[in-house]
């Protein structure tokens, strides 16, 4: 537990602040009323490196000006089994790759309440804001995506490849002005499991292919969802 500290100006090759390297079964972490700021990594996670961490949360954390060279500008997550974002803000976060600010590959479960991503660049690949693979996702209650770019798909969302009993949920939340160099302005998913977008304002997204708000490829392995 991490409560009222400052990471500011650290530079490593993996986690630009922190590394964490736990086992599925019984690390548990989470950050509250922190600052990451001006972190450095030279492979993922501009701020923060996962590796079976089982949970991890952040509650009311700011991340503001961090970079990776390769994915996750801020975050960096692999396999684990839960990660928590709750009253969050994902400032001008910047990656090499894939995820200007989160990115998720075989987790469980990635939950995202009442948090902000902005000015968030993936420069190369996916995922301006977040990029996710194989997770159960739900993003809700109030969540901001605005003004972030991927020179690919996905420019605030890319989803990948969930599995078949995946389940993606995303409602009350608020998508604007991204804009992505191939497909899916907002939100790009390719994805078998069943969807349930509810309560969503996209607004004044571009995306120099298809999909100026949203781009969804649909397997079919599976009968899917969209309400």
Request: hydrophobic letters at 40%; aromatic letters at 16%; charged letters at 10%.
């Amino acid at each position: 537990l991490c409560i009222a500290s400052y990471f500011g100006n650290n530079t490593a090759s993996k986690g630009g602040s922190v590394l964490i390297y736990g086992s599925h079964s019984s690390l548990w972490v989470m950050f509250s009323r922190t600052l990451f700021m001006f972190n450095y990594a030279f492979l993922d996670g501009g701020s923060i490196y996962l590796q079976y961490v089982n949970h991890f949360q952040i509650k009311h954390v700011i991340f503001k000006h961090n970079q990776a060279v390769s994915s996750g500008g801020n975050i960096y997550a692999v396999e684990g089994y839960e990660l928590v974002s709750k009253n969050c803000s994902f400032i001008n976060g910047m990656s090499g790759e894939n995820a200007g600010s989160i990115f998720v590959n075989n987790l469980k479960k990635f939950r995202f309440y009442s948090s902000t991503i902005s000015k968030c660049r993936a420069y190369s690949k996916n995922g301006g804001g977040i990029y996710l693979f194989g997770t159960t996702i739900e993003i809700s209650t109030n969540c901001v995506l605005i003004n972030n770019f991927a020179k690919k798909s996905g420019g605030a969302l890319y989803l990948n490849w969930m599995g078949d009993n995946s389940t993606l949920t995303i409602s009350q939340c608020r998508f604007s002005f991204n804009s992505a160099g191939f497909n899916g302005a907002a939100v790009y998913m390719s994805l078998p499991g069943s969807i349930l977008l509810s309560y969503i304002l996209f607004r004044y997204n571009t995306a120099a292919q298809h999909g100026g708000a949203l781009f969804v490829y649909l397997t079919s392995r599976t009968m899917n969802e969209i309400s």
